[in-house]
């Protein structure tokens, strides 16, 4: 299976900075995600970031607090934007497994975000 | 829409217990199904998954799930457990999107 890795892989952020995270792959893939995991919580799907084209959102996110870049197949950002205490989080980059995989996901280390 | 129910956020159980793991899930389609392990300060592993060629599924590390249609369940098993199991469990379902809805997780206490 694909090698993923996320940087950083955590960080401590004042109130209403951004901070950028990165996901890159060892070999093209077609489908990546983006999901927050607050503390305690179970995840939740952001967006699906599309290679070359805007990123679909999920009900309850929008494209100005977690802007999404998927420049190629290998690459992927997530910028959490003016950020707030609850923004503290694992974010996680979810990999597709393509054609006949049944749509099973496979995920990066996470980064771990306290805002303070 | 799909969702799924993890019965009891918490479970310990002695080491060589039994342990399950409980799962429930509404879709309005055949599901595809999967169990993810989160170790601490780590991202989520596959454990196994349910893609309809068999209702009784092997996974890593000695787990296996069985998928009962009757009782739209997928709850998880393993005969006998040891310290290292000691995890964050998460179900999650799929039905023919590419998303994935996840379970709110059932963290496993093992004991010794």
């Known amino acids: 299976s694909a090698v993923i890795s996320q940087k950083p892989s955590r960080d401590i952020c004042q109130r209403g900075t951004s901070l950028t995270i990165q996901c890159q792959v060892d070999?093209?893939?077609?489908?990546m995600f983006w999901y927050r995991q607050q503390p305690g919580q179970s995840l939740t799907l952001i967006a699906t970031?599309?290679?070359?084209?805007?990123?679909?959102?999920e009900s309850g996110f929008v494209i100005d607090k977690f802007p999404i870049s998927r420049p190629n197949l290998t690459f992927s950002t997530l910028t959490v934007s003016n950020m707030s205490p609850e923004d503290s989080s694992i974010y996680l980059c979810g990999l597709g497994g393509g054609p006949g995989s049944y749509n099973e996901q496979f995920f990066g280390p996470g980064t771990r975000l306290t805002v303070l | 829409a799909q969702s799924v129910t993890q019965l009891g956020s918490h479970v310990s159980v002695s080491e060589g217990a039994l342990v399950l793991l409980r799962c429930n899930y509404s879709s309005s389609v055949p599901p595809y199904l999967f169990w993810y392990v989160q170790y601490p300060n780590q991202g989520l592993q596959l454990l196994l998954k349910?893609?309809?060629?068999?209702?009784l599924v092997k996974g890593i590390n000695g787990f296996e799930a069985e998928f009962k249609k009757s009782e739209t369940s997928f709850h998880l098993t393993k005969p006998s457990a040891h310290m290292s199991d000691a995890a964050e469990y998460f179900c999650?379902?799929?039905?023919?999107?590419?998303?994935?809805?996840f379970g709110t997780g059932t963290r496993l206490q093992v004991f010794p």
């Open positions: 070999s093209q893939v077609t489908m």
């Open positions: 970031a599309n290679q070359g084209s805007e990123a679909t959102y």
């Open positions: 999650a379902v799929s039905d023919n999107t590419d998303k994935l809805i």
């Open positions: 349910y893609t309809s060629a068999a209702t």
